[in-house]
């Protein structure tokens, strides 16, 4: 957009190829996202949300957790939370995510 940048590292890539159509796979391995508290994380079919902030009242987080797991290849919907049935897939994503926290200083 020709904007100047106020820094030269940027932790993102270009999504406008695959929003066009001209690319089917998308530039990204990892996709992280934080808003206020609530942040997440996907990779291939998993996302994993800590702190999730249910709006809609629909989620199934237990008191006390923190984490919700989805897989979006057997629940599209994203209601079924598979934290406690996948720890490892749960425990390498917040790794992950963590890791990024840090390389953007947040």
């Known amino acids: 957009c020709g904007a100047e940048l106020v820094e030269e590292?940027?932790?993102?890539?270009?999504?406008?190829?695959?929003?066009?159509?001209?690319?089917?796979?998308?530039?990204?391995?990892?996709?992280?996202?934080?808003?206020?508290?609530s942040w997440a994380v996907r990779?291939?079919?998993?996302?994993?949300l800590g702190n999730p902030n249910d709006t809609s009242n629909k989620l199934r987080v237990p008191t006390g957790e923190s984490?919700?797991?989805?897989?979006?290849?057997?629940?599209?919907?994203?209601?079924?939370?598979?934290?406690a049935a996948h720890p490892d897939v749960a425990e390498r994503l917040e790794k992950l995510h963590k890791k990024w926290r840090k390389t953007v200083g947040r």
């Open 9 to 37: 590292d940027i932790d993102g890539r270009s999504l406008a190829p695959l929003l066009r159509g001209e690319s089917k796979k998308s530039p990204h391995d990892v996709l992280h996202w934080t808003i206020g508290k």
């Open 67 to 83: 984490r919700f797991l989805s897989n979006l290849e057997t629940d599209v919907t994203e209601m079924k939370n598979f934290a």
């Open 43 to 48: 990779q291939g079919p998993w996302k994993l």
